[in-house]
Protein backbone atom coordinates (compact mmCIF):
# COMPACT_ATOMS: atom_id res chain seq x y z
CA UNK A 1 0.00 0.00 0.00
CA UNK A 2 1.48 3.09 -1.05
CA UNK A 3 2.37 6.00 1.61
CA UNK A 4 0.24 8.82 2.49
CA UNK A 5 3.10 11.08 1.05
CA UNK A 6 3.63 9.58 -1.91
CA UNK A 7 2.48 11.79 -4.93
CA UNK A 8 -0.52 11.44 -6.34
CA UNK A 9 -1.14 10.24 -9.79
CA UNK A 10 -2.83 12.94 -11.63
CA UNK A 11 -2.80 12.21 -15.44
CA UNK A 12 -1.51 9.84 -18.10
CA UNK A 13 -0.23 10.58 -21.21
CA UNK A 14 0.54 7.64 -23.75
CA UNK A 15 3.06 8.20 -26.52
CA UNK A 16 2.51 5.52 -29.68
CA UNK A 17 5.38 5.57 -31.69
CA UNK A 18 4.63 4.40 -35.48
CA UNK A 19 5.60 0.79 -36.56
CA UNK A 20 9.06 1.11 -38.43
CA UNK A 21 7.69 -0.22 -41.46
CA UNK A 22 5.03 2.41 -41.88
CA UNK A 23 6.62 5.57 -40.23
CA UNK A 24 4.21 7.41 -42.54
CA UNK A 25 1.52 6.96 -39.63
CA UNK A 26 2.96 9.60 -37.33
CA UNK A 27 2.63 9.18 -33.80
CA UNK A 28 -0.27 9.43 -31.26
CA UNK A 29 -0.67 10.93 -28.17
CA UNK A 30 -3.26 10.37 -25.24
CA UNK A 31 -4.30 11.95 -22.77
CA UNK A 32 -5.60 10.57 -19.70
CA UNK A 33 -7.06 12.78 -16.79
CA UNK A 34 -7.21 10.69 -13.46
CA UNK A 35 -9.45 12.01 -10.68
CA UNK A 36 -11.00 10.68 -7.44
CA UNK A 37 -14.48 12.43 -7.15
CA UNK A 38 -17.29 9.59 -6.89
CA UNK A 39 -18.89 8.96 -9.70
CA UNK A 40 -22.48 10.44 -10.59
CA UNK A 41 -24.06 6.50 -10.90
CA UNK A 42 -24.00 3.88 -8.30
CA UNK A 43 -22.75 1.40 -10.86
CA UNK A 44 -19.40 2.24 -12.43
CA UNK A 45 -19.15 2.04 -16.04
CA UNK A 46 -16.27 -0.47 -17.13
CA UNK A 47 -13.73 1.53 -19.01
CA UNK A 48 -13.85 1.79 -22.60
CA UNK A 49 -10.99 1.64 -25.46
CA UNK A 50 -10.31 4.98 -26.82
CA UNK A 51 -11.12 5.48 -30.49
CA UNK A 52 -7.88 6.21 -32.09
CA UNK A 53 -7.82 9.88 -34.51
CA UNK A 54 -4.32 10.09 -35.38
CA UNK A 55 -5.56 13.11 -37.49
CA UNK A 56 -7.00 15.31 -35.18
CA UNK A 57 -5.65 16.57 -32.09
CA UNK A 58 -7.08 15.91 -28.56
CA UNK A 59 -8.95 18.60 -27.14
CA UNK A 60 -9.24 18.66 -23.17
CA UNK A 61 -12.61 19.81 -21.39
CA UNK A 62 -12.39 22.75 -20.22
CA UNK A 63 -11.89 23.16 -15.97
CA UNK A 64 -14.78 24.70 -15.50
CA UNK A 65 -17.47 23.74 -17.85
CA UNK A 66 -20.40 26.42 -16.08
CA UNK A 67 -18.74 28.85 -18.01
CA UNK A 68 -19.66 27.70 -21.53
CA UNK A 69 -22.15 30.18 -23.31
CA UNK A 70 -25.56 28.89 -23.44
CA UNK A 71 -28.24 30.10 -25.43
CA UNK A 72 -30.79 28.23 -23.73
CA UNK A 73 -29.37 29.60 -20.07
CA UNK A 74 -29.26 33.23 -21.40
CA UNK A 75 -33.03 32.98 -22.73
CA UNK A 76 -33.90 31.83 -19.25
CA UNK A 77 -32.38 34.60 -17.49
CA UNK A 78 -33.10 37.87 -17.00
CA UNK A 79 -35.19 40.14 -19.09
CA UNK A 80 -32.38 42.41 -19.09
CA UNK A 81 -30.06 40.55 -20.38
CA UNK A 82 -32.79 38.59 -23.02
CA UNK A 83 -33.29 42.47 -24.28
CA UNK A 84 -29.79 43.31 -24.31
CA UNK A 85 -29.12 40.00 -26.72
CA UNK A 86 -32.25 41.21 -29.17
CA UNK A 87 -30.56 44.68 -29.18
CA UNK A 88 -27.22 43.56 -30.38
CA UNK A 89 -29.26 41.11 -32.48
CA UNK A 90 -31.00 43.82 -34.36
CA UNK A 91 -28.28 46.38 -34.40
CA UNK A 92 -26.05 43.67 -36.31
CA UNK A 93 -29.23 42.80 -38.85
CA UNK A 94 -29.68 46.25 -39.80
CA UNK A 95 -26.03 46.88 -39.97
CA UNK A 96 -25.45 43.79 -42.47
CA UNK A 97 -28.47 44.47 -44.46
CA UNK A 98 -27.02 48.40 -45.35
CA UNK A 99 -23.89 46.92 -45.74
CA UNK A 100 -24.89 44.22 -48.23
CA UNK A 101 -27.11 46.28 -50.19
CA UNK A 102 -24.76 48.65 -50.92
CA UNK A 103 -22.45 45.76 -52.11
CA UNK A 104 -24.90 44.56 -53.98
CA UNK A 105 -25.95 47.14 -56.14
CA UNK A 106 -22.14 47.58 -56.51
CA UNK A 107 -21.93 44.47 -57.99
CA UNK A 108 -24.86 45.01 -60.34
CA UNK A 109 -23.24 48.43 -61.39
CA UNK A 110 -20.12 46.39 -62.43
CA UNK A 111 -22.15 43.73 -64.69
CA UNK A 112 -24.18 47.34 -66.14
CA UNK A 113 -22.97 47.89 -69.90
CA UNK A 114 -19.95 49.93 -69.77
CA UNK A 115 -19.47 50.12 -73.33
CA UNK A 116 -21.13 52.97 -74.16
CA UNK A 117 -18.64 56.63 -73.79
CA UNK A 118 -17.97 59.02 -71.29
CA UNK A 119 -16.89 62.65 -71.87
CA UNK A 120 -15.41 65.27 -69.55
CA UNK A 121 -15.31 68.44 -70.15
CA UNK A 122 -13.30 71.41 -68.68
CA UNK A 123 -14.89 74.21 -66.56
CA UNK A 124 -13.71 77.80 -66.63
CA UNK A 125 -14.25 80.98 -64.25
CA UNK A 126 -16.35 84.00 -65.40
CA UNK A 127 -15.06 86.81 -64.23
CA UNK A 128 -17.38 88.94 -62.21
CA UNK A 129 -19.12 89.27 -58.86
CA UNK A 130 -22.67 88.35 -60.09
CA UNK A 131 -24.59 85.89 -57.59
CA UNK A 132 -26.44 83.25 -59.81
CA UNK A 133 -28.82 81.61 -59.73
CA UNK A 134 -30.62 80.20 -62.63
CA UNK A 135 -32.81 76.97 -62.16
CA UNK A 136 -34.57 77.35 -65.55
CA UNK A 137 -37.90 76.47 -66.69
CA UNK A 138 -39.69 76.62 -70.07
CA UNK A 139 -42.44 79.71 -70.40
CA UNK A 140 -45.10 80.08 -72.65
CA UNK A 141 -45.26 83.06 -74.40
CA UNK A 142 -47.97 85.46 -76.63
CA UNK A 143 -45.98 87.50 -78.41
CA UNK A 144 -45.11 87.77 -82.22
CA UNK A 145 -43.11 85.02 -82.96
CA UNK A 146 -39.46 86.14 -84.37
CA UNK A 147 -38.73 84.79 -87.07
CA UNK A 148 -35.12 83.91 -88.03
CA UNK A 149 -33.13 85.11 -91.05
CA UNK A 150 -31.64 82.12 -91.94
CA UNK A 151 -30.30 81.70 -96.06
CA UNK A 152 -32.17 78.66 -97.01
CA UNK A 153 -35.34 76.16 -94.94
CA UNK A 154 -34.30 73.01 -92.57
CA UNK A 155 -33.39 70.20 -95.20
CA UNK A 156 -33.29 66.61 -93.89
CA UNK A 157 -29.95 65.75 -93.21
CA UNK A 158 -28.23 62.87 -95.62
CA UNK A 159 -27.04 60.97 -92.81
CA UNK A 160 -30.09 61.26 -90.40
CA UNK A 161 -30.61 63.43 -87.92
CA UNK A 162 -29.38 61.97 -85.39
CA UNK A 163 -26.26 60.56 -87.08
CA UNK A 164 -23.18 59.18 -84.66
CA UNK A 165 -19.59 58.95 -86.45
CA UNK A 166 -19.23 55.47 -84.50
CA UNK A 167 -16.14 55.27 -86.03
CA UNK A 168 -14.58 58.05 -83.92
CA UNK A 169 -16.17 56.96 -81.02
CA UNK A 170 -13.24 55.05 -79.97
CA UNK A 171 -12.54 55.47 -76.22
CA UNK A 172 -14.96 55.56 -72.97
CA UNK A 173 -13.51 59.08 -71.62
CA UNK A 174 -11.86 62.57 -71.97
CA UNK A 175 -10.70 64.84 -69.65
CA UNK A 176 -10.05 68.72 -69.38
CA UNK A 177 -8.82 71.29 -67.11
CA UNK A 178 -11.41 73.44 -64.78
CA UNK A 179 -10.45 77.06 -63.48
CA UNK A 180 -12.84 79.26 -61.19
CA UNK A 181 -14.21 79.64 -58.17
CA UNK A 182 -17.59 80.65 -55.95
CA UNK A 183 -16.13 84.00 -55.49
CA UNK A 184 -15.65 86.52 -56.76
CA UNK A 185 -16.08 84.53 -60.62
CA UNK A 186 -19.48 83.34 -59.33
CA UNK A 187 -19.80 80.25 -62.07
CA UNK A 188 -18.11 77.76 -63.47
CA UNK A 189 -18.23 76.91 -67.29
CA UNK A 190 -17.11 74.20 -69.91
CA UNK A 191 -16.35 74.68 -73.64
CA UNK A 192 -17.66 72.33 -76.44
CA UNK A 193 -16.97 72.23 -79.64
CA UNK A 194 -20.20 72.59 -82.07
CA UNK A 195 -20.69 72.74 -85.92
CA UNK A 196 -18.66 72.16 -89.07
CA UNK A 197 -15.88 73.20 -88.75
CA UNK A 198 -16.22 72.90 -85.16
CA UNK A 199 -15.76 76.60 -82.94
CA UNK A 200 -15.33 76.82 -79.39
CA UNK A 201 -18.11 77.80 -77.51
CA UNK A 202 -18.19 78.73 -73.35
CA UNK A 203 -21.40 77.60 -71.42
CA UNK A 204 -22.18 77.57 -67.88
CA UNK A 205 -22.75 74.40 -66.32
CA UNK A 206 -26.61 74.05 -65.03
CA UNK A 207 -27.62 70.98 -63.85
CA UNK A 208 -30.95 73.30 -63.17
CA UNK A 209 -31.59 73.55 -66.72
CA UNK A 210 -33.03 71.89 -69.53
CA UNK A 211 -32.59 73.12 -72.35
CA UNK A 212 -28.45 74.08 -74.06
CA UNK A 213 -28.58 76.96 -75.88
CA UNK A 214 -25.65 79.26 -77.65
CA UNK A 215 -26.10 82.86 -78.29
CA UNK A 216 -27.10 83.19 -81.63
CA UNK A 217 -26.90 85.31 -84.78
CA UNK A 218 -30.12 84.81 -86.52
CA UNK A 219 -29.70 87.80 -86.19
CA UNK A 220 -29.81 88.30 -82.47
CA UNK A 221 -31.55 91.03 -80.99
CA UNK A 222 -30.52 91.14 -77.31
CA UNK A 223 -27.19 89.13 -76.69
CA UNK A 224 -24.49 89.56 -74.60
CA UNK A 225 -21.13 90.29 -75.38
CA UNK A 226 -19.60 86.72 -75.39
CA UNK A 227 -16.77 85.00 -75.04
CA UNK A 228 -16.59 83.76 -78.56
CA UNK A 229 -18.02 84.78 -81.92
CA UNK A 230 -22.29 84.29 -82.09
CA UNK A 231 -23.27 80.71 -83.17
CA UNK A 232 -24.57 81.16 -87.37
CA UNK A 233 -26.73 78.11 -88.02
CA UNK A 234 -26.70 77.57 -92.14
CA UNK A 235 -29.06 75.91 -93.87
CA UNK A 236 -31.22 72.92 -93.17
CA UNK A 237 -29.78 73.44 -89.04
CA UNK A 238 -32.92 74.70 -87.51
CA UNK A 239 -35.44 72.40 -85.92
CA UNK A 240 -38.97 71.99 -87.48
CA UNK A 241 -42.14 71.69 -84.99
CA UNK A 242 -42.63 68.37 -86.08
CA UNK A 243 -39.62 66.95 -84.47
CA UNK A 244 -40.19 64.92 -81.53
CA UNK A 245 -37.65 67.00 -78.97
CA UNK A 246 -39.66 70.60 -80.40
CA UNK A 247 -42.65 69.05 -79.27
CA UNK A 248 -41.40 68.22 -75.74
CA UNK A 249 -40.09 71.51 -75.39
CA UNK A 250 -43.83 73.29 -76.65
CA UNK A 251 -45.64 70.69 -73.94
CA UNK A 252 -42.99 71.99 -71.35
CA UNK A 253 -44.43 75.51 -72.33
CA UNK A 254 -47.84 74.91 -72.59
CA UNK A 255 -48.13 75.59 -76.41
CA UNK A 256 -49.80 74.10 -79.37
CA UNK A 257 -48.04 72.40 -82.23
CA UNK A 258 -48.01 74.61 -84.97
CA UNK A 259 -48.04 73.00 -88.18
CA UNK A 260 -47.30 75.61 -90.65
CA UNK A 261 -44.48 77.03 -88.85
CA UNK A 262 -40.80 76.98 -90.19
CA UNK A 263 -38.96 76.89 -87.07
CA UNK A 264 -39.21 75.64 -83.20
CA UNK A 265 -39.45 78.55 -81.32
CA UNK A 266 -38.74 78.66 -77.28
CA UNK A 267 -38.52 81.01 -74.23
CA UNK A 268 -36.81 79.63 -70.97
CA UNK A 269 -37.53 81.96 -67.48
CA UNK A 270 -34.55 81.77 -64.57
CA UNK A 271 -35.24 81.92 -61.04
CA UNK A 272 -34.01 85.34 -60.89
CA UNK A 273 -36.73 86.27 -63.51
CA UNK A 274 -34.01 86.65 -66.55
CA UNK A 275 -34.86 84.79 -69.89
CA UNK A 276 -33.65 83.53 -73.12
CA UNK A 277 -35.91 83.08 -76.63
CA UNK A 278 -34.70 81.48 -79.42
CA UNK A 279 -35.36 78.60 -82.16
CA UNK A 280 -34.01 75.02 -81.85
CA UNK A 281 -31.12 73.77 -83.89
CA UNK A 282 -29.75 70.57 -84.83
CA UNK A 283 -25.53 70.79 -85.28
CA UNK A 284 -22.77 68.39 -84.76
CA UNK A 285 -21.42 68.20 -81.43
CA UNK A 286 -17.38 67.20 -81.39
CA UNK A 287 -16.69 65.45 -78.42
CA UNK A 288 -12.97 64.63 -77.51
CA UNK A 289 -11.91 61.19 -75.89
CA UNK A 290 -9.57 59.99 -73.69
CA UNK A 291 -7.40 58.81 -76.21
CA UNK A 292 -8.03 62.08 -78.46
CA UNK A 293 -10.26 60.97 -80.97
CA UNK A 294 -13.31 62.74 -81.68
CA UNK A 295 -16.99 61.61 -81.52
CA UNK A 296 -19.32 63.72 -83.70
CA UNK A 297 -22.99 63.49 -82.27
CA UNK A 298 -26.23 65.45 -83.44
CA UNK A 299 -28.19 66.88 -81.04
CA UNK A 300 -30.48 69.86 -80.62
CA UNK A 301 -29.85 72.95 -78.84
CA UNK A 302 -31.13 76.37 -78.40
CA UNK A 303 -29.83 78.98 -80.80
CA UNK A 304 -30.87 82.32 -78.41
CA UNK A 305 -31.24 85.62 -79.93
CA UNK A 306 -33.01 87.16 -77.50
CA UNK A 307 -31.67 87.56 -73.51
CA UNK A 308 -32.49 89.55 -70.93
CA UNK A 309 -32.71 90.84 -67.20
CA UNK A 310 -29.21 89.37 -65.20
CA UNK A 311 -28.25 86.88 -67.52
CA UNK A 312 -27.05 89.20 -69.92
CA UNK A 313 -24.22 90.39 -67.30
CA UNK A 314 -23.33 86.63 -67.29
CA UNK A 315 -23.02 86.38 -70.59
CA UNK A 316 -19.62 88.99 -70.87
CA UNK A 317 -17.42 86.01 -70.51
CA UNK A 318 -19.76 83.04 -71.54
CA UNK A 319 -21.43 82.40 -75.09
CA UNK A 320 -24.56 80.47 -73.25
CA UNK A 321 -25.98 77.90 -70.81
CA UNK A 322 -24.93 73.65 -71.10
CA UNK A 323 -28.30 72.52 -69.89
CA UNK A 324 -27.59 69.25 -67.36
CA UNK A 325 -31.06 68.31 -66.09
CA UNK A 326 -33.14 65.13 -66.11
CA UNK A 327 -34.97 66.84 -69.24
CA UNK A 328 -35.32 65.27 -72.65
CA UNK A 329 -34.12 67.59 -74.30
CA UNK A 330 -30.57 68.16 -72.14
CA UNK A 331 -27.34 66.90 -73.80
CA UNK A 332 -26.75 64.16 -71.51
CA UNK A 333 -30.45 62.94 -72.29
CA UNK A 334 -29.75 63.39 -75.96
CA UNK A 335 -26.68 61.31 -76.12
CA UNK A 336 -27.71 58.37 -73.99
CA UNK A 337 -30.73 58.08 -76.05
CA UNK A 338 -28.59 58.06 -79.22
CA UNK A 339 -27.04 55.21 -77.40
CA UNK A 340 -23.38 57.03 -77.53
CA UNK A 341 -23.25 56.74 -73.22
CA UNK A 342 -25.24 55.70 -70.25
CA UNK A 343 -27.18 58.93 -68.69
CA UNK A 344 -25.08 59.75 -65.87
CA UNK A 345 -23.77 63.77 -65.12
CA UNK A 346 -20.92 64.38 -63.06
CA UNK A 347 -19.14 67.11 -61.82
CA UNK A 348 -16.06 67.75 -59.28
CA UNK A 349 -15.22 71.34 -57.99
CA UNK A 350 -12.33 72.37 -56.35
CA UNK A 351 -12.17 73.69 -52.97
CA UNK A 352 -9.08 75.33 -53.31
CA UNK A 353 -8.44 78.73 -53.46
CA UNK A 354 -7.72 78.61 -56.93
CA UNK A 355 -10.44 76.90 -57.77
CA UNK A 356 -10.76 74.59 -60.92
CA UNK A 357 -12.01 70.96 -61.36
CA UNK A 358 -14.40 68.92 -64.03
CA UNK A 359 -17.33 67.92 -65.23
CA UNK A 360 -18.22 64.19 -67.26
CA UNK A 361 -21.04 62.74 -68.73
CA UNK A 362 -21.11 59.00 -69.24
CA UNK A 363 -20.22 56.56 -66.41
CA UNK A 364 -16.90 55.87 -67.18
CA UNK A 365 -15.34 58.16 -64.15
CA UNK A 366 -17.65 56.84 -61.26
CA UNK A 367 -15.38 56.48 -58.22
CA UNK A 368 -14.42 52.86 -57.84
CA UNK A 369 -15.95 52.82 -54.02
CA UNK A 370 -16.55 54.98 -51.08
CA UNK A 371 -19.69 56.33 -52.80
CA UNK A 372 -22.83 57.73 -51.08
CA UNK A 373 -25.90 57.12 -52.51
CA UNK A 374 -28.86 58.69 -51.87
CA UNK A 375 -32.68 57.92 -54.04
CA UNK A 376 -33.80 60.49 -56.57
CA UNK A 377 -36.83 61.84 -56.29
CA UNK A 378 -38.65 62.45 -59.65
CA UNK A 379 -41.10 65.05 -59.87
CA UNK A 380 -43.70 65.40 -62.55
CA UNK A 381 -43.45 69.32 -62.10
CA UNK A 382 -39.29 70.04 -62.92
CA UNK A 383 -36.48 68.01 -63.83
CA UNK A 384 -34.43 69.22 -60.96
CA UNK A 385 -31.94 66.69 -59.01
CA UNK A 386 -33.86 66.70 -55.90
CA UNK A 387 -33.76 63.92 -53.39
CA UNK A 388 -36.09 64.11 -49.63
CA UNK A 389 -33.58 65.51 -46.89
CA UNK A 390 -35.08 64.04 -42.93
CA UNK A 391 -32.34 66.44 -40.87
CA UNK A 392 -30.64 69.45 -41.25
CA UNK A 393 -27.94 70.37 -38.48
CA UNK A 394 -25.89 73.00 -37.38
CA UNK A 395 -23.85 71.39 -35.23
CA UNK A 396 -25.61 69.48 -32.72
CA UNK A 397 -28.76 72.05 -33.21
CA UNK A 398 -31.45 71.26 -35.57
CA UNK A 399 -32.62 73.14 -38.36
CA UNK A 400 -36.54 73.57 -38.73
CA UNK A 401 -37.71 72.96 -42.29
CA UNK A 402 -41.16 74.71 -41.38
CA UNK A 403 -44.60 74.16 -43.15
CA UNK A 404 -46.75 70.96 -42.46
CA UNK A 405 -43.68 68.42 -42.14
CA UNK A 406 -41.15 70.16 -40.44
CA UNK A 407 -39.33 67.24 -39.81
CA UNK A 408 -38.78 66.66 -44.02
CA UNK A 409 -37.92 68.84 -46.43
CA UNK A 410 -36.54 68.87 -50.25
CA UNK A 411 -33.30 69.83 -51.45
CA UNK A 412 -31.85 70.23 -55.19
CA UNK A 413 -28.54 69.76 -56.21
CA UNK A 414 -27.83 72.23 -58.97
CA UNK A 415 -24.45 73.57 -60.13
CA UNK A 416 -26.12 76.86 -61.96
CA UNK A 417 -26.72 78.65 -58.38
CA UNK A 418 -23.16 79.76 -57.05
CA UNK A 419 -24.62 79.97 -53.12
CA UNK A 420 -26.70 78.10 -51.00
CA UNK A 421 -30.37 78.03 -50.08
CA UNK A 422 -32.11 76.91 -47.29
CA UNK A 423 -36.29 77.37 -46.55
CA UNK A 424 -37.52 80.18 -44.62
CA UNK A 425 -37.43 78.77 -41.44
CA UNK A 426 -34.22 76.90 -41.96
CA UNK A 427 -32.47 79.99 -42.63
CA UNK A 428 -34.08 81.84 -39.78
CA UNK A 429 -32.63 78.86 -36.88
CA UNK A 430 -29.37 79.04 -38.91
CA UNK A 431 -29.27 82.89 -38.64
CA UNK A 432 -30.27 82.57 -34.69
CA UNK A 433 -27.93 79.92 -34.12
CA UNK A 434 -25.07 81.96 -35.37
CA UNK A 435 -26.05 85.01 -33.35
CA UNK A 436 -23.30 83.73 -30.66
CA UNK A 437 -20.42 84.66 -32.81
CA UNK A 438 -20.77 88.37 -31.19
CA UNK A 439 -18.91 86.59 -28.27
CA UNK A 440 -16.40 85.01 -29.98
CA UNK A 441 -15.11 88.56 -31.79
CA UNK A 442 -17.10 88.36 -35.10
CA UNK A 443 -19.29 91.50 -35.33
CA UNK A 444 -21.69 92.16 -37.96
CA UNK A 445 -20.79 94.87 -40.41
CA UNK A 446 -23.86 96.02 -42.25
CA UNK A 447 -21.77 98.39 -44.66
CA UNK A 448 -20.51 94.78 -46.70
CA UNK A 449 -23.28 94.65 -49.09
CA UNK A 450 -21.37 91.59 -50.57
CA UNK A 451 -23.84 89.03 -49.16
CA UNK A 452 -26.85 89.48 -46.68
CA UNK A 453 -24.79 88.92 -43.58
CA UNK A 454 -21.13 89.82 -43.17
CA UNK A 455 -18.75 89.92 -40.25
CA UNK A 456 -15.80 91.50 -39.20
CA UNK A 457 -13.16 90.67 -36.75
CA UNK A 458 -10.72 92.60 -34.48
CA UNK A 459 -7.71 91.09 -36.52
CA UNK A 460 -6.80 90.56 -40.22
CA UNK A 461 -8.59 87.76 -41.96
CA UNK A 462 -6.35 86.46 -44.32
CA UNK A 463 -8.53 83.46 -45.13
CA UNK A 464 -11.68 81.51 -43.99
CA UNK A 465 -8.93 78.59 -42.28
CA UNK A 466 -8.60 81.92 -39.84
CA UNK A 467 -11.69 81.81 -38.57
CA UNK A 468 -13.41 78.12 -39.44
CA UNK A 469 -12.96 77.06 -35.80
CA UNK A 470 -15.31 79.29 -34.71
CA UNK A 471 -18.54 78.24 -37.22
CA UNK A 472 -19.79 74.45 -36.69
CA UNK A 473 -20.32 71.97 -39.72
CA UNK A 474 -23.61 71.75 -41.51
CA UNK A 475 -24.87 67.93 -41.50
CA UNK A 476 -27.67 67.04 -43.89
CA UNK A 477 -29.36 63.58 -43.44
CA UNK A 478 -31.24 61.67 -45.87
CA UNK A 479 -32.68 58.02 -46.40
CA UNK A 480 -33.08 56.91 -42.47
CA UNK A 481 -34.13 58.88 -39.83
CA UNK A 482 -31.58 56.76 -37.37
CA UNK A 483 -28.46 59.21 -36.99
CA UNK A 484 -26.37 55.60 -37.26
CA UNK A 485 -28.16 54.45 -40.50
CA UNK A 486 -28.12 57.91 -42.25
CA UNK A 487 -26.54 58.83 -45.24
CA UNK A 488 -24.73 62.76 -44.67
CA UNK A 489 -23.54 65.06 -46.47
CA UNK A 490 -20.99 67.43 -44.27
CA UNK A 491 -20.71 71.04 -45.13
CA UNK A 492 -17.46 71.90 -43.25
CA UNK A 493 -17.64 76.16 -42.74
CA UNK A 494 -15.67 76.28 -46.04
CA UNK A 495 -18.36 74.78 -47.61
CA UNK A 496 -20.63 78.16 -46.74
CA UNK A 497 -18.51 80.92 -45.78
CA UNK A 498 -17.03 83.02 -48.68
CA UNK A 499 -13.73 85.98 -47.53
CA UNK A 500 -15.05 89.40 -49.04
CA UNK A 501 -12.79 91.99 -50.63
CA UNK A 502 -13.11 94.15 -47.56
CA UNK A 503 -11.64 91.58 -45.80
CA UNK A 504 -14.73 90.37 -44.07
CA UNK A 505 -16.26 86.44 -44.03
CA UNK A 506 -19.57 86.29 -45.06
CA UNK A 507 -22.73 83.55 -45.42
CA UNK A 508 -22.46 81.78 -48.24
CA UNK A 509 -25.85 80.89 -47.22
CA UNK A 510 -29.41 82.65 -48.22
CA UNK A 511 -32.95 82.63 -47.90
CA UNK A 512 -34.73 80.49 -50.49
CA UNK A 513 -38.38 82.04 -49.40
CA UNK A 514 -38.89 83.36 -52.86
CA UNK A 515 -36.90 80.91 -54.75
CA UNK A 516 -39.30 77.86 -56.69
CA UNK A 517 -42.14 77.42 -54.00
CA UNK A 518 -40.40 78.96 -51.00
CA UNK A 519 -40.06 75.39 -49.37
CA UNK A 520 -37.13 73.96 -51.32
CA UNK A 521 -33.42 73.87 -50.25
CA UNK A 522 -30.86 74.69 -52.90
CA UNK A 523 -27.37 73.10 -52.93
CA UNK A 524 -25.11 75.48 -54.60
CA UNK A 525 -21.72 75.58 -55.97
CA UNK A 526 -20.18 76.99 -52.77
CA UNK A 527 -21.14 73.46 -50.58
CA UNK A 528 -20.78 71.15 -53.67
CA UNK A 529 -17.08 72.10 -53.79
CA UNK A 530 -14.44 69.64 -53.00
CA UNK A 531 -16.63 66.36 -53.41
CA UNK A 532 -17.41 64.70 -57.13
CA UNK A 533 -21.01 64.70 -57.14
CA UNK A 534 -22.20 62.60 -59.26
CA UNK A 535 -26.46 62.02 -60.78
CA UNK A 536 -26.64 58.81 -62.45
CA UNK A 537 -30.23 58.65 -64.31
CA UNK A 538 -30.31 55.24 -65.41
CA UNK A 539 -30.00 54.08 -61.64
CA UNK A 540 -32.64 57.19 -60.45
CA UNK A 541 -29.80 58.22 -57.80
CA UNK A 542 -27.54 60.70 -56.48
CA UNK A 543 -24.27 60.21 -54.98
CA UNK A 544 -21.14 61.76 -53.92
CA UNK A 545 -17.51 61.17 -51.96
CA UNK A 546 -14.92 63.89 -51.26
CA UNK A 547 -12.51 64.38 -53.71
CA UNK A 548 -9.46 66.87 -54.53
CA UNK A 549 -11.27 67.05 -57.82
CA UNK A 550 -7.65 67.53 -59.71
CA UNK A 551 -8.68 64.21 -62.12
CA UNK A 552 -10.43 61.58 -62.23
CA UNK A 553 -9.21 58.36 -60.26
CA UNK A 554 -9.64 56.87 -63.84
CA UNK A 555 -7.63 59.23 -65.95
CA UNK A 556 -4.19 57.48 -67.14
CA UNK A 557 -3.85 59.59 -69.77
CA UNK A 558 -1.39 62.25 -70.18
CA UNK A 559 -0.65 64.75 -67.04
CA UNK A 560 -3.78 66.32 -66.16
CA UNK A 561 -3.04 70.21 -66.33
Not at 41 to 51: G, H, I
Request: glycine share 10%.
Amino acid sequence: MASDHSPRLQGVVIITLPPPDNPSLGKTITAFTLSDDPPATPAQEPDRPLTRQPDLPVRLPPRNPELRFSLRSLLLGSPRAVLGFLGVSLFAFFLFASLYSRTLQKLRDSDEDRERDTFVFPLFPKFGDDVQLKVGRFVGFDVERFMASIDGRAKKDQRGPNFVDSEDVTDSSAILPVRGNVYPDGLYFTSILVGTPPKWYYLDMDTGSDLTWIQCDAPCRSCGKGANALYNPKGGKIVLPKDSLCKEVQRSEGTEYCETCQQCDYEIEYADHSSSMGVLARDELHLRTKNGSLAKVNVVFGCAYDQQGQLLNTLTKTDGIFGLSRSRVSLPSQLASLGVINNVVGHCLSSDASGGGYMFLGDGFLSNGGMSWIPMMKSPSNNLYQTEILKLRYGSSSLNFGGQNSGLGRIVFDSGSSYTYFSKQAYSNLVDSLKSLASMGLIQDQSDDTLPICWRAEYIIRSIADVKHIFKTLTLHFGSKWWILSTKFHIPPEGYLILSNKGNVCLGILDGSRVLDGSTNILGDISLRGKLVVFDNGNHRIGWTRSDCVKPEKYQSRPFI
